[in-house]
């Protein structure tokens, strides 16, 4: 794979940054969203945070999988928890998500590297 995704993080971090000064209100409200989506409740945060990384792998979208496995990590996941995640983004996604798991796998295997 080609992608580094802890530097994609860091790049669309400083992006989302200038969007929320051009777009404030905006960007308060999903900020708003997430916190409240990301409280912990009946499912604890890793948990949370494995769900985003599900659906971030079959939507397909690069910077979620940058996010949410960072996330992920941070929240207390192993790499075998991931393994899980991503075979039922398979399942639910087919082949493309199959793609974007191995994307996933590697954006974990990444942030665990710069951690440790």
């Known amino acids: 794979m080609s992608k580094n995704f802890p530097q994609m993080a860091t790049g669309l971090t400083r992006a989302i940054a200038t969007m929320r000064k051009g777009i404030p209100e905006t960007m308060e409200g999903f900020s708003t969203m997430a916190r409240a989506a990301t ?9 949370k945070e494995l769900l985003a990384t599900a659906i971030a792998i079959a939507v397909r979208c690069d910077g979620c999988i940058a996010f ?27 082949g493309p998500s199959m793609v974007y798991g191995a994307e996933a796998l590697e954006a974990f295997d990444q942030f665990s590297a710069a951690e440790g």
Do not use: Q, S
């Open 68 to 94: 949410h496995v960072k996330a992920v990590i941070k929240a207390g996941a192993n790499r075998e928890e991931l393994l899980e995640t991503i075979a039922m983004a398979i399942y639910m996604g087919g």
């Open 39 to 47: 409280a912990p409740g009946a499912l604890d945060l890793k948990t």
